[in-house]
């Protein structure tokens, strides 16, 4: 029987909370919303209270220690830190506004927690890294190697040695995330191959990829797309398709404003992912290519095949 796991949730604004014993994430998420007035059956998204961490995975939720307090989000509600200057309301609009990028993107601060409260947390406990959302590895690795040694009292060597580490294993998460969406590309091109009216003429190749995962309306640029584009050399290679298309659509002179950069600043960054947006189409269509080949080849074996004889 599965042990029930104290914790803690509230609403988008704080100003609700309640303490539950459940036993999985699923059960988190049912109790929550009762306990929060939710409307029954609504979708909600589940995060950690204090660093907006996504929490989706059942063995992660398993991970996390006892009285862990989680906000449980409805449509269009998002997280955002808690402020000693608005009282945890600035995040009441759902859009990100110039109140919002000054306090959390331009503050000098990582948008879950300062870095220093980071050190202090792998000086109690170094494995404490297992848990750390991928915004605590982004601040973690930007600190100077310098100022990070000096606070958790390890030699500079080490700590460049550490980051250089972090920065791998954040690397290898894009990277695997990218590769999932490729594959979700060609499942789903596939998909249309197959569903598709034999009498329908084709199409060039690389057609339906580019309309394959375009969303319907522009959304507004979440807070970690603003980060990725703002405190990497390479942010193009960091974000997901959908977003490289969204900032392709929004154009050089709309991207100039949102992270207030000049114009040539901006149109290299916007050349940057038509380029990487580029690459990693051919990359499907090519996955397609290899997959029509092959079915052409089996097709073509079926066809010559001698039909066994029957045993007298």
């Not at 306090?103 to 792998?122: F, H, T, Y």
């Not at 100039?256 to 000049?262: M, P, Q, T």
């Not at 092959?294 to 097709?299: E, F, G, I, P, R």
Request: charged letters at 30%; glycine letters at 6%; hydrophobic letters at 35%.
């Amino acid at each position: 029987m599965t042990e029930l796991k104290p914790c803690k949730v509230c609403n988008y604004s704080r100003k609700q909370s309640h303490g539950l014993a459940v036993k999985s994430l699923g059960e988190l998420k049912i109790k929550g919303s009762e306990a929060l007035g939710f409307t029954p059956g609504s979708a909600v998204s589940v995060r950690l209270e204090d660093d907006g961490t996504i929490v989706e995975d059942e063995t992660y939720f398993l991970c996390l220690p006892a009285n862990t307090k989680f906000m449980l989000l409805q449509d269009k509600e998002k997280w955002a830190p808690l402020t000693k200057f608005d009282g945890g309301t600035a995040w009441m609009s759902v859009d990100i506004d110039a109140d919002i990028e000054g306090d959390v993107l331009d503050s000098g601060q990582p948008a879950a927690e300062c870095w220093q409260d980071l050190a202090r947390k792998l000086k109690q406990d170094l494995s404490s890294l297992i848990l750390m959302s991928e915004a605590d590895l982004q601040s973690l690795v930007k600190v100077p190697s310098a100022e990070l040694a000096a606070e958790l009292g390890y030699q500079e060597s080490k700590m460049k040695t550490l980051q250089d580490r972090l920065q791998n294993v954040l690397d290898r998460r894009e990277e695997d995330r990218q590769f999932k969406e490729l594959l979700q590309l060609f499942l789903k091109a596939e998909h249309s191959e197959s569903t598709r009216d034999p009498g329908q003429e084709d199409v060039p190749d690389g057609t339906e990829l580019m309309v394959v995962d375009a969303p319907k309306t522009v959304s507004k640029f979440s807070a970690r797309t603003l980060m990725v584009l703002k405190g990497k050399t390479s942010p193009e290679t960091r974000l997901s398709t959908s977003e490289l298309q969204e900032v392709i659509r929004e154009g050089s002179e709309q991207m100039s404003v949102v992270l207030g950069w000049d114009a040539v600043k901006t149109d290299n960054l916007l050349q940057a992912c038509e380029e990487e947006l580029k690459k990693r189409l051919e990359q499907v269509t090519a996955m397609q290519s290899l997959h029509s080949l092959s079915k052409h080849n089996m097709a073509k074996d079926n066809n010559g095949a001698t039909p066994a004889k029957r045993p007298k």
